[in-house]
């Protein structure tokens, strides 16, 4: 459990750290929170020769919340998303989902940039992106880059940044007052990663699903947007019939995958009951 | 690698010390500064054993490198008790039999101890949760929050 010999490194400018990732050519890796690159090397499943911390780069560590714009540093902690007063109101399904992100020693560190980077088809934060059509704005040697999440993921722990950019912000479009939302996830143990979770949202009006959301986490190899769901649901009266429905699509829609943690079929079962319970838990909600 | 000792405050006392860069801030803690009562168990960030505070947070000292501390103020289970005596904490798991072989111990002080320190109002369901992030494989955990609940009185008084 002991890291393999690297080097340190802590740049004072994203310009530095840039060329620092350019000047090592994929040896490198850049240390955020560190709470998932830390074990993968000392599991000795990741390799680099030089490590690029990011703690010396000014201005990546800032929430901005307004009601038409809402931008997430790449260096923002856990703890600082479940502390913000603003986001409660100007999103909170964030703040929910944020909740079940590890322990309370890990939400200390970890940071909104390393979970992207780090793309655990099974996290929380790549989800929310994808559910909520998050943009991931990377900077490298050939300018900024701005990604939808959808296409920002490949695979598991496989994202579309390149060896020489950094991550520096997570933007998601604002949230209306009143928009109802789930967000459920089941895990062996408090804190682990979840064995299937569930993220929809849909706004309320005149007693129907309008602008219906669904995706899923843990049950495919990255994060996915499940179209077939929201079909479903949209325009539906707001009643049990309607959940009914969205569960039926959920067993065409969602394969799940076989591992040592669960199989596919059980997976799948966990996926369509969080899925039942959350958006029935939200039909119990007060209209605004 | 070699580099230019890097410095911190740890208990109070000012440390300077020459590591590796891939030394993690627990093995730092141990076989630099022989501070054993850091305990490192998984070493990979599940286990909680080598909680340690670093500028007021709960850490795990297994997932920070020794270099990334540089400057910080740094508590360890060493530095809770003082002069006078164990802590209200410590006292609190001693009153309450909250420990059995004792090996998360460290880990479990430190991570209360920075709660009680942001949240002495913590309720047993917010101790229970963060008290998720550290292992007792004698799993005597209902001692352990007893414990924690009688301590927030003296952390509220301390708080004032």
Redesign the interface.
């Known amino acids: 459990?002991?890291?393999?010999?690297?080097?340190?490194v802590r740049p004072r400018s994203l310009a530095d750290a840039i060329a620092c990732l350019a000047e090592h050519d994929g040896e490198a890796k850049l240390?955020s929170g560190?709470?998932s690159l830390?074990?993968l090397l000392?599991?000795r499943l990741a390799a680099a020769r030089v490590?690029v911390?990011l703690?010396g780069v000014p201005g990546l560590d800032r929430i901005e919340a307004t009601p038409a714009h809402l931008q997430i540093g790449a260096r923002v902690r856990w703890?600082d998303i479940e502390t913000n007063r603003l986001l409660k109101t100007a999103h909170p399904l964030l703040v929910a989902a944020v909740a079940h992100v590890?322990?309370?020693?890990?939400r200390?560190?970890g940071t909104v940039g390393g979970s992207l980077a780090h793309a655990d088809s099974a996290a929380e934060l790549p989800a929310v992106a994808v559910a909520c059509d998050g943009v991931v704005v990377v900077e490298g040697p050939r300018g900024e880059r701005r990604i939808p999440a959808n296409a920002f993921f490949h695979g598991p722990l496989t994202t579309d940044l390149a060896s020489d950019e950094v991550i520096t912000a997570l933007h998601l479009p604002p949230w209306p007052a009143g928009r109802r939302f789930v967000f459920e996830e089941f895990a062996r143990?408090?804190?682990d990663f979840a064995l299937a979770g569930v993220i929809a949202h849909y706004d309320a009006v005149s007693d129907r699903f309008r602008n219906a959301r669904v995706a899923g986490f843990g049950i495919a190899d990255k994060p996915v947007r499940l179209t077939e769901i929201e079909t479903a649901l949209e325009g539906q009266p707001l009643a049990p019939e309607a959940v009914e429905r969205a569960c039926r699509a959920a067993e065409h829609t969602v394969a799940g995958f076989d591992d040592l943690q669960a199989d596919a079929r059980y997976r799948k079962a966990l996926f369509v009951t969080l899925l039942r319970r959350g958006l029935e838990r939200t039909l119990l909600e007060k209209s605004p | 690698?070699t580099?230019p000792a890097i410095s911190f405050v740890v208990n109070g006392a000012p440390v300077e010390l020459e590591v590796?860069?891939?030394t993690?801030l627990g093995e730092a803690l141990r076989d630099k500064l022989h501070l054993t009562g850091t305990h490192l168990a998984?070493?990979?960030?599940v286990c909680?054993a080598c909680?340690v505070i670093v500028n007021g947070?709960?850490?795990?000292s297994?997932?920070?490198?020794a270099?990334?501390a540089e400057g910080a103020e740094i508590v360890t289970v060493e530095g809770l008790a003082s002069e006078r005596g164990l802590s209200p904490l410590q006292a609190a798991f001693r009153r309450h039999h909250a420990v059995q072989c004792g090996f998360c111990t460290p880990g479990i002080l430190t991570?209360m101890h920075a709660?009680l320190t942001h949240e002495p109002d913590a309720d047993e369901a917010r101790i229970r949760?963060?008290l998720?992030?550290n292992l007792c494989r004698c799993t005597g955990y209902n001692s352990i929050v007893e414990a924690v609940l009688d301590a927030r009185e003296s952390y509220r008084q301390a708080k004032q």
């Open positions: 459990m002991k890291l393999a010999p690297l080097t340190y240390l560190g709470q830390m074990p000392a599991l490590l911390d703690a703890h590890a322990h309370y020693q890990i200390n560190r143990r408090r804190g | 690698m580099r590796d860069d891939r993690t998984c070493e990979h960030g909680g909680t947070m709960a850490v795990r297994c997932l920070t490198l270099v990334q991570t709660l949760d963060v998720s992030g």
